[in-house]
């Protein structure tokens, strides 16, 4: 064996869509915060990211987290998100990925029935509760950041779409999110490559059209994901959909090409921004709980707690609910004769 990397890793998922999260072999990443640890992390070592989320170490869907100190006093752990093309500042399914490997590999200490902790995301400081038995997480609900709708049925000029009406929202990262049957899309996982295609020419055209920035953090920009929405097809649930990752740069000149993969889960931040979006048009109140199903029929449990502003908007303060599990354990090396350090992307599947 020879190696100048080692990486420690916990599998695990949430829901269905995979959360790596890193528990050994990061380097200092310093920063008064998690964000600037994540921005440093960003400047210079990319090569981190791209070596766990490429081929041959990865895939196009999935996640990775790498645990780091918090560096509020009040938090048990930080954690900072990779996904294919970006840091999110916040996701669902990997704080319930996060959680979930805390409490059962005991880096947390685990108290049952129920278990509290506080995590530091690149996004704010995350109050989690964990319902524990036996040794298992069997439920995480999170008190997410504040998410607010920025634009609410605007027009959108697709590539290879025409114009569809679309809202904009905050949930945790920037959302462009769209009624499927304007694209005569039912988002169930079947259809996912026809998903991704709709996401990706409709993500990129918001991002040219209707930029957005967090008024608390300018950093934070968007829109830089898409979510298609139908309603329910299950008693059981109030809504469903289905959230593209970005794995490349969207060609308006190939408006069929294959830049993202589906989320496998409802999508946590996704889920929070979509019922930023039905607040504000009056459809879901304070106090109701809105079940998302995503596109493998698996839900997420989203509930309004109260409201707030962020900067001119307004915003809800949203819990969301949801379930990990652990499925394996894993060290990643890099030999320095590898032709592919940090990983590589091939055309038929990433892009």
């Known amino acids: 064996m020879h190696a100048n990397r080692m990486i420690t890793a916990v599998e695990a998922h949430a829901e269905g869509e995979g959360g790596r999260v890193i528990t050994g072999g990061m380097p200092h990443l310093p920063g008064r915060t998690v964000l600037e640890k994540m921005q440093y992390m960003q400047a ?37 998100i990779m996904e294919q093309t970006e840091y999110p500042p916040m996701s669902g399914s990997n704080t319930i990925c996060v959680t979930t490997v805390l409490l059962e590999t005991g880096i947390v200490p685990m108290v049952e029935p129920v278990t509290t902790l506080r995590l530091e995301a690149p996004a704010g400081l995350i109050d989690v509760t ?6 298992k997480v069997e439920q995480v609900t999170f008190l997410n950041v504040p998410a607010f709708a920025v634009h609410i049925g605007v027009p959108l000029v697709v590539a290879g779409f025409g114009t569809v009406t679309v809202d904009i929202a905050w949930g945790g990262m920037f959302y462009v999110i769209a ?6 899309i039912d988002p169930v996982a079947e259809n996912g490559s026809a998903i991704v295609r709709a996401s990706e020419a409709m993500r990129a055209a918001a991002a040219q ?59 946590g931040t996704g889920t929070c921004a979509k019922m930023a979006v039905l607040h504000a048009k009056g459809l879901l109140a304070v106090g109701e709980d809105y079940k998302n199903a995503g596109p493998l029929g698996t839900v997420f449990t989203g509930r309004i707690t109260g409201t707030t502003k962020v900067g001119p908007y307004d915003a809800i303060i949203p819990t969301l609910s949801g379930r990990g599990w652990i499925t394996g354990l894993s060290q990643y090396l890099r030999d320095p004769s590898d032709p592919f350090q940090s990983g590589f992307t091939v055309g038929d599947i990433w892009g």
């Open 44 to 80: 210079h070592h990319d090569d981190i990211r791209t070596m766990m989320l490429q081929e041959p170490r990865g895939n196009p869907a999935l996640c990775c987290n790498a645990l780091v100190p918090p560096c509020d006093p009040s938090a048990e752990a930080g954690f900072i």
């Open 209 to 267: 059209q209707y930029p957005v920035s967090h008024p608390d953090e300018p950093t934070l920009t968007g829109p830089t994901i898409a979510q298609l929405t139908a309603p329910p097809n299950d008693p059981m649930t109030h809504g469903r959909g289905a959230v593209t990752v970005s794995s490349g740069e969207f060609d308006p000149d190939r408006p069929g090409a294959i830049t993202g993969a589906l989320d496998r889960s409802p999508c």
């Open 130 to 135: 964990a319902h524990c038995k036996n040794g």
């Open 179 to 184: 009624d499927a049957a304007q694209f005569g």
